[in-house]
């Protein structure tokens, strides 16, 4: 998972930034071979942070924190998808053995028109289960394969201490900058603390949309699973009675 990567690569960027290294990247990451690896978006940020004079530290831990989060609600999201997967793929086996071991061992195989109509009903109610799954399961803010572009702005934003185009919690940042202008004061660890709130936020967020569709789970396999399983043996069924 890529979120793995990224977080050992920040770990280690993080390890060597504690040694006092006089460059922020540790050999492992600075060395050819490795740096194919690393996402270029974030070596510019990083490093144009560096030469800058800007404290890169905190700004690689919060990162570091938030892909860390990212990964354990792409973990209890996936988790979920694949139970419901499962469950659904027992379902149907059990149901399709059923109607093949019924109906072929009486010679009945041809599949009436009402038959279909059943069979068609069942794999639509199947493909709106998993598509609805799909729609209301949460994915990270960062990105579920990879840093989007909100993930690049916000981290530029922690760097700058200071609001981007493109990153969240624009005004509030900018009524910060406005009260240091005022009050002739630095506020950047507010402004960081801010925006490391609002990734917080963001992840809290999706693990209530995981807890509502846990709660939703067996709606869902009454839905893409239950249903299809009695439309799948209808014909089980009806041939059953007459005989």
């Avoid at 609002?198 to 239950?226: F, S």
Wanted: aromatic share 6%; glycine share 8%; proline share 4%.
């Amino acid at each position: 998972m890529w979120c793995t990567i990224l977080s050992a690569q920040l770990a280690c960027i993080e390890q060597h930034g504690r040694s006092g290294g006089g460059d922020w990247r540790p050999p492992v990451v600075a060395s050819k071979a490795a740096q194919s690896t690393l996402d270029p978006n974030l070596d510019r940020l990083f490093d144009a942070a560096w030469r800058q004079g800007l404290p890169i530290g905190s700004s690689i831990a919060a990162l570091r924190i938030a892909v860390v989060d990212a990964a354990d609600l792409c973990r209890c999201a996936d988790g979920l998808s694949a139970l419901f997967r499962m469950r659904m793929a027992i379902g149907l086996a059990a149901a399709l053995a059923t109607r093949y071991g019924f109906l072929h061992g009486r010679g009945l195989l041809i599949i009436s028109a009402r038959d279909r109509s059943a069979i068609l009903l069942a794999t639509a109610m199947i493909a709106a289960a998993v598509a609805v799954l799909r729609t209301v399961s949460p994915s990270p803010w960062l990105g579920r394969r990879q840093l989007n572009a909100c993930a690049y702005a916000w981290l530029q934003a922690h760097l700058e201490a200071d609001d981007v185009a493109g990153a969240p919690m624009g005004p509030e940042l900018r009524q910060l900058r406005q009260r240091e202008l005022l009050l002739g004061v630095s506020l950047q660890r507010e402004k960081r603390t801010l925006i490391e709130q609002w990734a917080k936020d963001q992840i809290h967020g999706g693990q209530r949309r995981v807890r509502r569709v846990e709660d939703l789970m067996p709606l869902w396999e009454l839905v893409g699973v239950g249903l299809p399983m009695v439309l799948l043996v209808m014909e089980v069924l009806r041939q059953a009675l007459d005989f």
